[in-house]
């Protein structure tokens, strides 16, 4: 049950979200999770400021997930995560944020996990 929204100050074509969709389905099994259950949201043309201004091509991703994941999983999906974005998106690696959240409780077809 992961959710990955990608927030972006850039404009994501129709074509570069299915390319990082289809990426971010496969990198999810660094977290031992499945594309069978991912979520993936974009919101581009965001205003963003990063270091005080506002600067063209960054990006912040929060991962959710239920349950739990260990340091170095969570090391190699940022890793993969910083590639696909800064490839398909062409924002360098260092105006990349990215954040984990894990939950205990997730709900889904009307009842919780």
């Given at each position: 049950?992961?959710?990955?929204?990608?927030?972006?100050?850039?404009?994501?074509?129709?074509?570069?979200e299915?390319?990082?969709?289809?990426?971010?389905?496969?990198?999810?099994?660094?977290?031992n999770?499945?594309?069978?259950?991912?979520?993936?949201?974009?919101?581009?043309?965001?205003?963003m400021?990063?270091?005080?201004?506002?600067?063209?091509?960054?990006a912040?991703?929060?991962?959710?997930?239920?349950?739990?994941?260990?340091?170095e999983?969570?090391?190699?999906?940022t890793k993969?995560?910083?590639?696909?974005?800064?490839?398909?998106?062409?924002?360098?690696?260092?105006?990349?944020?990215?954040?984990?959240?894990e939950?205990?409780n997730?709900?889904?077809?009307?009842?919780?996990?």
């Amino acid at each position: 049950m992961p959710y990955i929204h990608t927030r972006t100050n850039t404009k994501i074509s129709k074509e570069q979200e299915v390319k990082i969709k289809s990426r971010l389905g496969t990198a999810i099994s660094l977290l031992n999770k499945s594309e069978d259950w991912l979520m993936v949201d974009f919101s581009d043309s965001c205003h963003m400021y990063f270091s005080g201004s506002e600067k063209e091509n960054v990006a912040y991703i929060d991962i959710k997930i239920y349950g739990k994941g260990n340091r170095e999983s969570y090391n190699n999906m940022t890793k993969e995560v910083t590639n696909i974005i800064s490839e398909e998106l062409d924002i360098l690696p260092n105006c990349i944020y990215i954040s984990y959240s894990e939950y205990e409780n997730w709900g889904w077809n009307g009842s919780n996990f």
